[in-house]
């Protein structure tokens, strides 16, 4: 943008004198003269002196750069932003107003461009759209981007967006487009896989706005753990496939956006009975879990926060027990957690559980975690060993923390061979497992299979029935909306707690699908003289 424009010369046509620019030398017009990120203020009835607007716009409107305004026209100023962030704080807000000892002044404000009319407002206008229940693992800068150009040229991402603390959703500011830089009729405007870059003119004719398109900044994994590829993830052309818009990512490139929005140790914690709110849980969840590192908690959805933890210990923490009680006054609210997935749904349960096996009678030579990791893959993916086992105090039988693939077959034995050639010997391993939570695939709820569904057997339900003490009814205990009174107590062996009725129930209607219907809630009996059972979520 630093080459000179050279004088023209006169040309006539028709009788007129005529002086011809090419749209290239309109572009250095537009940067030498500072226009790349200029704004309009129109002002609806009167105005201040201009004298007066250059020192209130910048502090009225909470710029933080230096600023150049002049009076365009009556009504119109001209605001030349030399910072980006000022330009997005004008083009955020559609009115202004600015006081003159306490007299407002309503300003609006539009984009400037080389079309300008005062007696015309401009056809482009920044606004937000949102990406409701977009996975997280979809937040990244260049993947929003590339979702957004579907409906205009995306300009930024907002700040929940960009700092992780709503995964429920994505945000992104936009310009709109007329039918003249509509890719769907004009199709040779789209960007293509040799020029993929969606760069928005921000001056109508300028420079292009540089995307990133590293996500986060690309902060390096936690833990240690091997980092996956650090190839950027380009933005991707929009594809309309049967009238749809359509993105693409590969594979490889889904591992990426996980490692930049830091879900490599993510979890979901899910509330059985109402929840508090988000910024309690915050401060709650760390502590009340005994969580040593800093974590990022976040809304996904109803009943469901999404937990980005930082370090491998604070991620096994949580994944080690079944449930976690969390008080807010006393008052506890009852949190289960699963390993967050890019298959995540709430309506769903994930099917990864996390459990420890045992290798009892095994000869203490083969306590070594390789060996030990070795023989537990049999099961699952190996986490760690216990602290006993490591410490070598209990040679009678060694453990191992596994995840569990709950829609698996799960062997009883390993097999041990040692030798080669044909002196080779085998030894029959026994595998215990010292708790390994139950699944069933049509319901897809963890904590009980298809001997203990209440669908397939409503038998198994507990009654609607009311508790006699002593001659009197006693109310059963009753779930509302955002609470639970008497909690059920927390276990890390949710399996041996008896079955409960739900608020939310799923039905089986023709063999593969299923819809959600609300129930009554349930009372439970008295049997055998025991105290009712407390309810809980399954």
Request: glycine content about 8%; aromatic content about 8%.
């Amino acid at each position: 943008m630093s080459s000179s424009i050279p004088i023209k010369p006169i040309v006539y046509l028709h009788g007129e004198p005529t002086v011809r620019f090419e749209k290239k030398e309109v572009e250095v017009m537009i940067h030498q003269q500072n226009l790349n990120l200029a704004v309009i203020g129109k002002f609806s009835h009167g105005w201040p002196e201009i004298g007066l607007l250059r020192t209130a716009i910048p502090k009225q409107c909470g710029l933080k750069a230096e600023v150049n305004i002049g009076l365009l026209c009556d009504r119109h100023v001209l605001i030349r932003c030399t910072i980006a962030e000022d330009y997005d704080t004008l083009m955020s807000r559609q009115t202004f107003e600015i006081k003159e000892k306490n007299k407002p002044y309503l300003m609006r404000t539009f984009k400037w461009d080389v079309t300008f009319n005062p007696d015309e407002e401009t056809r482009f206008a920044y606004g937000w759209i949102s990406f409701p229940g977009l996975p997280p693992h979809f937040h990244g800068e260049s993947s929003l981007f590339s979702m957004a150009a579907s409906v205009g040229i995306p300009i930024s991402i907002d700040s929940a967006t960009r700092n992780k603390t709503r995964p429920s959703s994505a945000r992104v500011k936009l310009q709109g487009h007329d039918s003249i830089g509509c890719w769907k009729l004009n199709p040779e405007l789209r960007p293509n896989k040799a020029n993929p870059t969606v760069a928005g003119r921000i001056d109508g004719g300028g420079e292009e706005k540089k995307i990133s398109e590293n996500g986060d900044g690309g902060n390096p994994r936690p833990c240690g753990l091997p980092s996956p590829m650090s190839t950027p993830i380009p933005i991707k052309p929009v594809v309309y496939l049967h009238g749809e818009p359509t993105i693409r990512f590969e594979r490889k490139e889904v591992e990426v956006m996980i490692h930049h929005q830091e879900l490599n140790l993510a979890i979901v914690g899910k509330f059985s009975h109402g929840w508090p709110d988000i910024a309690f849980l915050r401060n709650a969840i760390p502590k009340q879990c005994g969580l040593k590192a800093e974590v990022r908690i976040g809304l996904l959805c109803d009943r469901h926060v999404l937990i980005r933890c930082t370090i491998l210990e604070d991620f096994d923490t949580l994944m080690s027990r079944q449930t976690f009680e969390i008080k807010e006054k006393n008052k506890p609210y009852l949190m289960r957690t699963f390993k967050w997935d890019v298959s995540f749904n709430p309506a769903e349960e994930s099917r990864f559980a996390y459990g420890w096996i045992s290798f009892p009678g095994l000869s203490p030579h083969y306590y070594g975690e390789t060996t030990l990791f070795s023989m537990a893959a049999a099961v699952g993916t190996p986490i760690a060993i216990d602290a006993a086992t490591l410490n070598k105090t209990r040679p009678s039988c060694a453990r191992v923390k596994v995840e569990f693939d709950l829609l698996r077959s799960h062997p009883q034995h390993v097999v041990i061979q040692v030798g080669e050639g044909d002196e080779i010997t085998s030894d029959l391993q026994k595998i215990r497992y010292d708790f390994k939570p139950k699944y069933y695939i049509n319901c897809k709820l963890q904590g009980h299979d298809v001997n203990g569904c209440w669908n397939l057997k409503p038998e198994l339900r507990p009654e609607n029935s009311k508790a006699i003490d002593g001659g009197k009814e006693a109310a059963a205990v009753t779930i509302g909306k955002g609470m639970v009174s008497n909690p059920p107590p927390s276990s890390s062996n949710p399996s041996q707690q008896a079955p409960i009725s739900t608020t939310n129930t799923v039905i089986p209607t023709p063999p593969t699908d299923w819809i959600t219907v609300t129930g009554k809630n349930k009372k439970n009996k008295k049997q055998n003289q025991k105290p009712p059972t407390k309810p809980t979520e399954r």
